[in-house]
């Protein structure tokens, strides 16, 4: 079995998601005669589509994965989505919009849904209640038994000599749409100040990444009364911390988004020696007694010399480990998941066309994919960027016709023969010539009248505009270019638009 997981650009390579979920799979997939590779999505077209057996887009949460997703249906092959992050259940939070109607989008296109955790699981049922759902846990790093035995007793000993608490916090320090990492280690850095005070120094080292390091952030990083060192985050780095320090400090707050997340950062820290010590929301409980939930106890363990992570309680946390972050449990269970899929091998014997209708904020990336996969490219009336589209919608001229419909020469051939009789010339946009179908004269029951509400700069008129105009274009492209299929392209976060998957009722008994 070839596994292709897709990401979404190169710096994806280096996320979380590839070096601990997949790099960690590839040896033992490949001893049990799988491959796992790695493909950018703008490389996976035409025939790439072909060359794995399963395609597992990762990150791509955007028009290009639904693109892919019908190709490589189209061409017989498994096709699944990895859902890391919680970014679909809050329904009243318009800026995931664009995600959660990605998620309806791509839903029915899937053989399968992969997620690191059961409450990730429970949002992807909720979804796409019919497609199998299997959870892959993160794999731990290997531990070395006798190693890790003679790290933790030597920072004990250090410890207990020096009178003093080495304490890291790594990991990403912000989110665009969330206060987590820095904000969290702000807002419970009350935790850390009760270690001070016991006859021990209390040293905190933070390591994070460069983006995280904002005026803003580095400023409320002064709310914290223990003394701290800032550096930026690497993988050798991170590894390196953990190594030197008595303690990892993990705060989690309750917010949906964090609530989901999976068990990586605190089975990595326990696995280079760090004890933990988490704070708010109790992510990590599967973990047990290997995690702190009171620093008062973790004080009176150091000075008993009987911490929670220790060579007696070695055998214990392996088993542990085992449950929930064994390499070879979980590249079996996954592997064992993939080959019960059933998936129809056949061949669609014709590809269905394809557009991709660009909103109000499009990505250029989107419309090179869809010009790649021989997609037609259409630019609704909200949309602004100055691209070579295959059809265009401008508002008529004449607000009661509605909207006009351009189509560029050179696809007037995919046009039904009955419709290619409206058209006529039009002229030269940028380097692309047009038909014109008269302002919608040959289907006068599919005109919009709200030019001047979805011209308007108010994003309430905006909002208001967006689903009639936005259904009118799937409509009349439905009407005009048989058996095509639509997708939306829409990266806007400025207005609570949504897309009606139904035609207008005052269109029905036309199409």
Known sequence: MKICVVLSSEQQKQSAAARIRYQRLQPLLKQRGHSLEFQLIQDVVGSHCQTHDIYLLSKCQDARAVLLAHQVKQAGKSVGVDLFDDYFSQTSDSRFIRLRHWLRSISPLCSFILCSTSGMADIARQY???????ILNDPSPPV???????????????????????IAWFGMGDNPSFPVGLADLVGFGCEIDRLRGHGYEVKLEIMTNSRAMTPDRLADLKRLSTPYTLS????????????????????????????VKSLNRAVTALC????????????????????????NRFLADLDRDQLAL???????????????????KESDRFVQFLESLEVSKKLTSQAPLLAVIYGKATLEDVYRFAQKQG??????????????????????DNMEEGLDLLVSKNKIVLVAPEAQRYFTPYGTV????????????????????????ASSASPAANAAAYPLVMSACKAT?????????????EESKSIPWHWLEAPMKSFAANL
């Open 430 to 453: 940028l380097s692309t010539e047009y038909m014109r179908l008269n302002n919608l004269s040959a289907f006068p029951e599919m005109a919009v009248k709200l030019k001047s509400l």
């Open 144 to 166: 070395d038994k006798s190693q890790l035995a003679d790290q933790l007793a030597e920072k004990v000993k250090n410890a207990q000599a020096t009178r003093r608490i080495d």
């Open 375 to 396: 997609a037609l490219s259409v630019a609704s009336p909200f949309c602004c960027q100055k691209l070579n589209f295959d059809v265009r919608f401008p508002f008529a």
């Open 128 to 134: 796409a209640p019919e497609v199998p759902v299997q």
């Open 272 to 295: 280079y020696g760090a004890q933990v010590l988490s704070a708010g929301f109790p992510l990590y409980g599967a973990l047990g007694a290997f995690i702190y939930r009171d620093s």
């Open 310 to 328: 220790r060579n007696e309680t070695l055998p214990a946390f392996l088993n542990n480990l085992q449950e929930h972050a064994d390499v070879k």
């Open 477 to 489: 492209l439905q009407r005009i270019f048989p058996g095509i299929d639509c997708v939306l392209s």
């Open 232 to 259: 930026e985050w690497s993988e050798p780095a991170e590894i390196e911390l953990l190594k030197r320090s008595l303690l990892a400090f993990l705060p989690v707050n309750a917010q949906s988004f964090s609530r």
